[in-house]
């Protein structure tokens, strides 16, 4: 597990860690030694905490489980797909599961309370391309710090992982327009948590996804165009408003890659979505789904369920 970016909110060089001179700490015979010995040592760690801005936006991810009790979920191995394994940032501290069906809640998503000047520092001593990895929560992003940091960044950035963690005017999907631009982006893995307006469909054309998760609303035009992500192995959504189950039948058809399927509460799982799951996704490992009833054409029976489960066992 790579450092979490709490180091990044410490203050560099605070004037309380400086020497004190004067009252106890006064100069006096060797102080003038002593203090200069205190002064190098502090700005030794101040330079310590400055290299670890970088380094503490990092991110990588790995398995957190699932709560198989919680959920209508069809679990299996872990899915590993580079750093991304069930779609969660590393967490060093150990995080909260939360169980499958409300993974954004997971403790790796929590607010490291970053402003944009120390993420265009800390990404500013980076050499292009030396960022692949990176993860942005905090409620106090916004588009224009979000955009100067990233901008250099984004042909070689692989992983990327932004929540604007409950501040609803905080960054929005055109800080990502950049990337839509991009020649061949590198971009395989993304988490979007509570950012408006994401360009999805212009990312799904742009970029060769290999895991999605996406915490906000999305439109029928927007779920369907993953279907351009013929690779995708991972796909969590957590949606509202819901979106209509039909809009899955196209994404299933063509994302037969998928593994891990997380749609609880994105949409009402259907016979007809069941049936293309079971036609199609002939990997899958784990899927976590939900119903509350809807019109006749979104009808779930018992025998469908039943027939998916022994299909998966």
Not at 8 to 29: K, M, S, Y
Not at 299 to 305: H, S
């Amino acid at each position: 597990p790579t450092c979490t970016a709490a180091a990044a909110t410490e203050e560099v060089g605070a004037p309380d860690r400086w020497p004190r001179i004067g009252g106890r700490d006064g100069l006096d015979g060797d102080g003038g030694a002593e203090v200069g010995e205190r002064r190098q040592q502090s700005e030794g760690k101040s330079a310590e905490r400055r290299a670890q801005l970088l380094e503490s936006l990092r991110m990588s991810c790995q398995d957190p489980g699932t709560s198989a009790d919680r959920c209508p979920t069809r679990s299996g191995p872990p899915v590993a797909d580079g750093s991304f394994v069930d779609g969660c940032p590393d967490d060093d501290d150990g995080g909260d599961d939360v169980g499958g069906c409300d993974w954004s809640r997971h403790r790796a998503f929590r607010d490291r309370g970053l402003a944009g000047d120390q993420i265009r520092f800390a990404l500013g001593r980076a050499e292009t391309g030396d960022v692949r990895r990176l993860v942005l929560c905090s409620s106090r992003l916004s588009d224009e710090g979000a955009a100067e940091a990233l901008r250099p960044h984004w042909p070689t950035l692989a992983d990327l992982c932004v929540s604007n963690c409950g501040n609803v005017s905080g960054m929005t999907g055109a800080a990502l327009a950049p990337l839509c631009r991009c020649h061949r982006p590198a971009l395989r893995r993304l988490a979007l948590l509570d950012v408006p307006r994401v360009p999805l469909a212009s990312i799904a054309r742009s970029c060769d996804l290999r895991a999605l998760m996406l915490r906000g609303s999305l439109g029928s035009e927007s779920v369907e165009a993953l279907s351009l992500c013929p690779n995708l192995r991972l796909l969590r959504l957590a949606l509202e408003p819901k979106a209509p189950h039909d809009a899955f039948i196209r994404v299933f058809t063509s994302c037969r890659e998928l593994r891990v399927v997380n749609i609880y509460g994105a949409t009402d799982v259907s016979d007809p979505m069941l049936g293309c799951i079971m036609l199609n996704l002939k990997s899958l490992e784990e899927f976590v789904g939900s119903h509350s009833g809807g019109g006749f054409s979104c009808v779930l029976t018992e025998g469908m369920t039943e027939a998916f489960r022994l299909h998966f066992a």
